[in-house]
């Protein structure tokens, strides 16, 4: 299906159709939007792409794909505009990074990396060396955006931290890390105090992101899975009957029942909220 020629030739048509909207006999919405009127559309053109991807359809994904370039384009017509770069300029950059970072792919080097690991540490030094040459102290912790979600943003600064040494050593450390942190939470609860209770459950929360890091899991993707699941059995309850004036007791009974709706979907398992799985009553979560 690869066609780099037509690729090419609808990308520049995208181009022509961008720049035309934004010219004088353009679209006057378009027209209006500016570099930061449009991050809320990046933003979320983003997530869309996202759902797409856990939907498993490939139809859906290809819109929305193609939603997402949009604003890529639409930037860069907007910075061609001040004269800063264009989407040629863009695309060149990217290339030109996918050529450095991939020496053993373009380059003579006759030791290639085995597995994605050694490709990330390798690159990781090349970064590291770029910044020495260059009499830069930049931190190893650079380089994560603030405005990432909080728990991809955590995995990417213990990922980082973890290069350069500062990493647990075991997993069972990992695991007692995670204990102490739900007690000293336990603690701060119990004393009441608000300040103290925010500061540790940002602890635990930083804590089983590690964990997660750990078990080879991503835990934005991990938590977004959970709450799809939640959100799919509680509009089972729904379909029940009406959710108000109903008694925890009758809730967990249509709870248990839109469990057993679920049992023959893979993608349903049990979610456990507190204690071990087998407990009661925690199990029926």
């Known amino acids: 299906m690869d066609n780099p020629d037509r690729a090419g030739a609808q990308m520049a048509r995208v181009v022509r159709l961008m720049a035309r909207l934004r010219g004088p006999d353009g679209c006057p ?24 991807i856990d939907q498993g359809d490939l139809d859906h994904l290809r819109e929305e794909l193609g939603d997402l370039l949009l604003q890529i384009v639409f930037q860069s017509q907007i910075a061609s505009e001040q004269g800063a770069f264009d989407v040629g300029d863009v695309a060149a950059g990217l290339a030109d990074k996918l050529v450095e970072r991939h020496p053993h792919v373009f380059g003579d080097a006759q030791d290639r990396p085995s597995t994605p690991a050694e490709v990330s540490e390798r690159w990781e030094r090349r970064k590291a060396a770029k910044h020495r040459a260059r009499g830069s102290r930049k931190s190893a912790l650079a380089g994560v955006p603030e405005q990432l979600p909080a728990l991809l943003r955590a995995q990417r600064i213990q990922e980082k ?43 635990l929360l930083f804590a089983l992101v590690n964990l997660g890091r750990f078990l080879k899991l991503v835990p934005e993707d991990s938590l977004r899975a959970a709450t799809t699941k939640f959100t799919r059995r509680f509009a089972c309850m729904e379909e029940q009957g009406p959710i108000e004036g109903r008694s925890l007791d009758e809730l967990l009974d249509r709870w248990l029942a839109a469990k057993a709706q679920a049992a023959g979907n893979p993608k349903d398992r049990t979610l456990v909220i507190g204690g071990e799985s087998g407990d009661t009553p925690q199990e029926v979560l």
Not at 29 to 52: C, G, I, K, P, T
Not at 177 to 184: D, I, L, P, S
Not at 193 to 200: G, L, P, R, T, V
């Open 29 to 52: 919405w378009d027209r209006e939007q500016s570099l930061a009127s449009l991050r809320r559309w990046l933003l979320e053109e983003s997530y869309e792409v996202l759902e797409a």
């Open 161 to 203: 931290a973890a290069r350069v040494g500062f990493e647990w050593h075991a997993l069972e450390q990992v695991w007692a890390k995670v204990r102490e942190e739900m007690q000293e939470l336990r603690e701060a609860a119990e004393l009441g105090a608000a300040a103290a209770i925010a500061e540790e459950y940002g602890d």
